[in-house]
């Protein structure tokens, strides 16, 4: 990283998270790309990452959003401006629907049996597409908890239950079977989905490829991936979606923390502003280990640290990481990757106060787009 970067990043006040604009314009260019090349459409999974300070920006690039329900949606439809939203979710309430009739143009339904319930109140809107989500019963995700194709899972109607006689009004399918893969595992899914439901899409509209496309890693195989589109495109004659979340804002985001105390139990400990369970709670859950700026696995450089958070919880640790130079109480460390999947999943836990968002603008300079405190932790209750 730009030693720039850094020292903006340095600068700002500990915790916060900072979006790194000119990633994410980088992310952006390429997606829009892939839109450009195959006429596609890229939706941004707002699950993942749902910053509407950027949606603006995000908006000049692509077709639009994804939701998993009405806040979702209705956060796009007040922020994105004129751009389609999709929403899915695998059972809607009925007060729910009403409000996703009047801002959505494609609603996705995970069952037939929700397609039966809400399909008169649907049909009515002639102005929206409806689509179902499939289970191919294919996945490469090797977490359960990410795979929504283990046995008896309720993501998706599996081939066993498509009923092909209530298919009047439908659209569009949809499936969701990946998790940070590359385009020869899509390659390999698209392959589960003809087997098992090609049939059906001669008489689509469009499909829907789902999240969990790494499109903006390094190494991705981008001419994959556009190959996989136009072959469905043309073989069934598609519009195709795609709808990244991580990849939308991949390494286009910063968690700096401050060091606030150092202590040891057969192990170096440092006592950091920024909590695991409740900034970043895919550490413990997924569980995975963050990337520090300057930092080594234990052991690889001189001084290793424990780093925990100054919570309670006994399990609160982000890792074991090693540095060149011993860390001082008020040193600054800047995690990254931390756009993605840590704003949408972060809590006030313990009275954790809830760290405050930056944009690091293209030109260098930081903005606060928002602060918390104390009313945003009394207000949840
Ligand atoms: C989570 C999710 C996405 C986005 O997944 P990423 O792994 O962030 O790309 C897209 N669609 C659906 C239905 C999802 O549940």
């Given amino acids: 990283m730009q030693d720039n970067k850094i020292k903006a990043l340095m600068s700002l006040p500990t915790p916060c998270y900072v979006i790194d604009e000119a990633a994410l314009i980088s992310n952006l260019e390429l997606l829009s790309t892939v839109e450009k090349k195959t006429g596609c459409h890229v939706l941004l999974a707002q699950k993942a990452f749902s910053a509407y300070h950027v949606y603006p920006l995000i908006a000049k690039y692509i077709s639009g959003t994804t939701a998993s329900g009405i806040f ?5 439809y007040e922020e994105m401006g004129d751009k389609q939203i999709h929403v899915f979710s695998p059972a809607y ?10 801002i959505c143009d494609h609603i ?50 599996t081939p066993e239950n498509f009923e092909e006689n209530e298919l009047e009004g439908i659209s569009g399918l949809h499936f ?35 999240g969990g496309h790494h499109i903006t890693r390094q190494g991705y195989d ?19 979606y795609i709808e990244p979340g991580e990849a939308i804002a ?5 968690l700096v923390s401050s060091v606030l105390d150092r202590t040891r139990n057969g192990i170096e400990i440092a006592v950091v502003d920024t909590s695991a369970a409740c900034h970043m709670p895919d550490v413990l859950e997924m569980p995975y280990r963050p990337y520090i700026i300057g930092s080594g696995k234990a052991g690889e450089m001189p001084y290793t640290y424990r780093l925990g958070a100054p919570t309670c919880l006994a399990g609160d640790i982000i890792g074991d990481y090693s540095f060149e130079k011993p860390l001082n109480i008020g040193d600054k460390l800047i995690f990254t ?25 293209a030109d260098g300079s930081t ?3 928002k602060k918390f405190g104390y009313q945003d932790f009394k207000s949840r209750l």
Avoid at 250 to 254: D, Q, W
Wanted: hydrophobic share 35%.
């Fill in 72 to 76: 979702e949606a209705r956060l796009a």
């Fill in 93 to 102: 309430r009925d007060e729910e629907f009403d409000e996703l009739l009047k």
């Fill in 108 to 157: 996705v339904f995970n069952s037939f049996s929700q397609w039966k319930y809400f399909r008169e109140k649907a049909i009515a809107h002639s102005n929206i597409e409806f689509g179902l989500r499939i289970n191919p019963e294919y996945s490469e995700i090797e977490t359960k908890i990410y795979d929504p194709c283990y046995t008896g899972s309720r993501l998706g109607i």
């Fill in 176 to 210: 969701h079977t990946m998790c940070e893969q590359g385009s020869d595992t899509l390659e390999r899914t698209l392959k589960a989905v003809e087997e098992k439901f090609g049939k059906y899409l001669y008489n689509m509209k469009w499909i829907n490829f789902g």
């Fill in 222 to 240: 981008i001419d994959k991936l556009i190959q996989c589109i136009e072959q469905i495109k043309t073989k069934y004659g598609l519009e195709v």
């Fill in 250 to 254: 991949l390494n286009a985001g910063y």
């Fill in 337 to 361: 990757d931390m756009a993605i999947y840590s704003m949408v999943k972060n809590n006030t836990f313990n009275g954790m106060p809830l760290p405050a968002v930056y944009l690091l603008k």
């Fill in 367 to 369: 903005k606060l787009l």
